[in-house]
């Protein structure tokens, strides 16, 4: 089974319309990130969590909300799909400890959302 | 099919000889450094880290290399498999903050 598990995988959906898109992970992170992947570009942050009270912005927020259910839950929701928000989208987890600062980000296998 | 990385630079090498994957980091407080290999349909995966106060680090048939100087990245891989394909991206990360710079990333094509 994966560690970072997004759900759905692909979503075509309107101008207008509300989605959400969910991620669980088994990984036992606390910190939790949304990124946007589009070709030729390299990820960009929308949304960050350090644990279930902490949410932050990334780089790209406009348009995007988010929701930190529980350690292990972090969902991304888009209230009102523009074309432009077509793209991949990925979660990602990482480990934190005070003695070693940066670690590695794990990820999901993306949802693909298109938006008509 | 998968739309991310049309217009990728292009590695092409033969299956069995090594690969070299470079990466050019753009902020020279940058302390932590990230290879992925990303697989069509799928998310980035780990392959290997290097700290700053490291030259080069060695995995299993992979090897990076950090050269702080001219902020430059290697990603090595040895023997490279069919299964190598893929697309091979750095990422960059500071101490103390949140933010991990990612590239664009290259495209690895093992020719049979």
């Known amino acids: 089974d994966a560690d970072v598990t997004q759900t759905p995988r692909n979503r075509i959906t309107k101008t207008g319309k509300r989605i959400m898109l969910e991620c669980s992970q088994t990984k036992g992170h606390d910190r939790m990130y949304w990124y946007r992947q589009d070709p030729g570009l390299g990820l960009q942050l929308i949304y960050y969590?350090?644990?279930?009270?902490?949410?932050n912005k990334g780089e790209i927020s406009d348009g995007y909300s988010v929701s930190r259910q529980a350690q292990a839950k972090f969902s991304l929701s888009l209230e009102s799909a523009i074309p432009n928000q077509t793209a991949l989208y990925f979660c990602?987890?990482?480990?934190?400890?005070?003695?070693?600062?940066?670690?590695?980000?794990?990820f999901g296998d993306g949802t693909r959302l298109s938006i008509l | 099919g998968e739309s991310v990385g049309l217009h990728l630079p292009t590695l092409s090498v033969q299956e069995g000889d090594n690969s070299i994957i470079n990466c050019a980091y753009s902020n020279s407080a940058s302390d932590y450094f990230i290879w992925y290999k990303q697989e069509s349909g799928k998310g980035p995966q780990f392959i290997i880290d290097i700290r700053s106060n490291m030259d080069k680090r060695q995995g299993q048939r992979v090897t990076v290399l950090l050269n702080k100087t001219v902020k430059h990245l290697s990603l090595q891989i040895a023997a490279t498999q069919p299964g190598d394909s893929a697309v091979y991206f750095c990422?960059?990360?500071?101490?103390?903050?949140?933010?991990?710079?990612f590239g664009t990333g290259t495209r690895l094509k093992v020719l049979a």
């Open positions: 969590s350090f644990d279930v009270k902490d949410i």
């Open positions: 990422a960059e990360n500071k101490s103390g903050t949140y933010k991990y710079i």
């Open positions: 990602a987890t990482s480990d934190f400890s005070f003695f070693i600062w940066n670690q590695p980000q794990h």
